[in-house]
């Protein structure tokens, strides 16, 4: 079993492992909805939570079961040189539409769990193509910058506050969107593209989540996205300073 076999066939893992918990919370969560007879029509921000889950997760289990057959057998086999992770990315995409809703009996703790899968698989795939790119500072930066992009992808909550289904509206809109472009960077990433410090990537994040963090500053202000969001900014500038100062040098030279 070569070095690469061994690496893409855990990488393989990490994502299938990603999938099953952060399922098995979802149907969890939903079990317990039911259960407990939670009214899912009670209001437009709960028929949109819902939607969005059962939505994600049927899509989530057609495309995996029509684009990702070969994954699912490189679970059982050695022989996976040439695997590709792109469908696997566009699957994990699907399915973080489900957890990017709060639904009630969310399990937060088996969500970070499971993301925690889905960013092994990301750093395993930067760690095996690392000597194949011009610069391993950026590649790095990149990787800490894809990890801090993701958690400031706001997760939609419930607001009481007036105009709350634009709010609701706008924050749905955040998280399809951001979790797309987030998508797209992994497909990057995993296509050996070192640099992903692009506009068109952070642009959108800044202004939805200055939109949304402004909103329910006076209800309650999310912290977590807040120190993110800033920290995706920070190392954002940072790569566009090393890559200018890269460019300055082999222009002077």
Known sequence: MTKANKI??????????????????????????FIN???IFKNFFSISVYFSIFLSLIGFFIYLAIKCRKNIKALFSLNNDDLS?????????????????HSEYTISIV???SYG?????VVLKVISFQNEVKNKTILYLSLIYLVCYSMAIPVTYQTFLNYSDLYHVISLIASYLLVGIF??????LFN?????FRYIYILPAVILDTFLIAFRWKE???VFVLIFICLSVLLFISGRIILYIKKEKIKNN
């Open 85 to 101: 992770f792109n469908e696997l990315i566009i699957a994990g995409e699907i399915l973080l539409i489900s957890g990017m809703v």
């Open 220 to 222: 309650e202000i999310n």
């Open 192 to 196: 050996n593209e070192e640099n992903l």
């Open 8 to 33: 893409n066939y855990v990488i393989n893992l990490m994502f299938f492992l990603y999938f099953i918990v952060l399922f098995i919370e979802r149907v969890i969560s939903l079990s317990l909805t």
């Open 37 to 39: 007879k939670i009214d």
């Open 117 to 121: 899968f889905y960013i092994l698989a």
């Open 111 to 113: 969500q970070f769990i």
């Open 183 to 188: 998508t797209y960077m992994t497909h990057k």
